[in-house]
């Protein structure tokens, strides 16, 4: 994904639950749901950040003292350095977490949820001079606190976005139950439908479950009240889980 995206917030009615979720539009016709992280997260990443960054300018410090005078002229460019490019090389060569963001469960991506590049992580990082005017960063928490994607000036001039990572996806546990053939051949579509009942029954109140296993009631041949448990069991059979069955 390459090519540039047409980022907008998601768009919602006022009858479903408001969110903070970034939606974005790849010209693939891709919808990506991109979760945009507070300022609470982003401060404590940060101050993780700044942690690991004094303890190592402490620790490079007492070594450089031994140097006299050349190693306290290294310990100022090493000072410009981590002070500068800490962000930005873990940003960028790190798939946009620094420590402090990997530990916040955080990212930085590009507007249109692509991976962030130099150019834009050093614009980003450059500006923090402007976000903490006139002290303590005032001015990126006002940014961050009137943005509904919470972007600070930095993130705003470099079309960044700080957003929290999805866990990895795992595979739904089906119910517990002895597996069985389907009592006539499923196509593909029957095959995703039964299957995603089964993945979802842990999400859907027993009403609901019952109100969609009682619809295949009779095609299954089973009574109202058992339809929910042969679905379950046929969802069982098609993951090949029985004996016999391939």
């Known amino acids: 994904m390459t090519a540039a995206a047409s980022p907008r917030p ?3 009615s006022s009858s479903q639950a408001l969110d903070t979720r970034y939606h974005v539009e790849t010209p693939e016709g ?8 507070g300022v609470i997260p982003r401060a404590l990443a940060y101050l993780i950040d700044l942690g690991i960054r ?8 007492m070594l450089l003292a031994f140097l006299g005078q050349i190693g306290t002229g290294l310990g100022l460019l090493l000072t410009f350095i981590t002070t500068w490019w800490y962000m930005v090389l873990f940003e960028v060569l790190n798939q946009g977490r620094s420590p402090g963001k990997q530990m916040m469960g955080l990212r930085v991506v590009h507007d249109d949820g692509t991976p962030i590049g130099w150019s834009a992580s050093l614009l980003r990082n450059l500006l923090r001079f402007a976000d ?12 961050c606190l009137s943005n509904p994607a919470f972007k600070r000036l930095g993130d705003l001039a470099a079309g960044t976005l ?3 990572r999805d866990p990895p996806p795992s595979r739904p546990q089906l119910p517990e139950t002895a597996p069985e053939l389907a009592p006539w051949p499923l196509s593909l579509e029957e095959q995703r439908a039964v299957m995603s009942f089964a993945e979802r029954a842990g999400n859907l109140s027993a009403a609901r ?7 295949l009631a009779e095609p299954l041949g089973v ?8 679905l379950n069991a046929i969802a069982s059979g098609l993951l090949g889980n029985g004996r016999g069955l391939a």
């Open 10 to 12: 998601d768009e919602r």
């Open 30 to 37: 891709i919808d990506l749901l991109l979760r945009p992280a």
């Open 54 to 61: 004094l303890l190592a300018m402490f620790a490079l410090f």
């Open 132 to 143: 903490i005017l006139p002290f303590g960063y005032t001015l990126g928490l006002l940014s």
């Open 162 to 164: 700080v957003i929290y």
């Open 209 to 215: 479950r019952e109100e969609l296993a009682g619809i």
């Open 223 to 230: 009574e109202h009240d058992h339809a929910e448990a042969r």
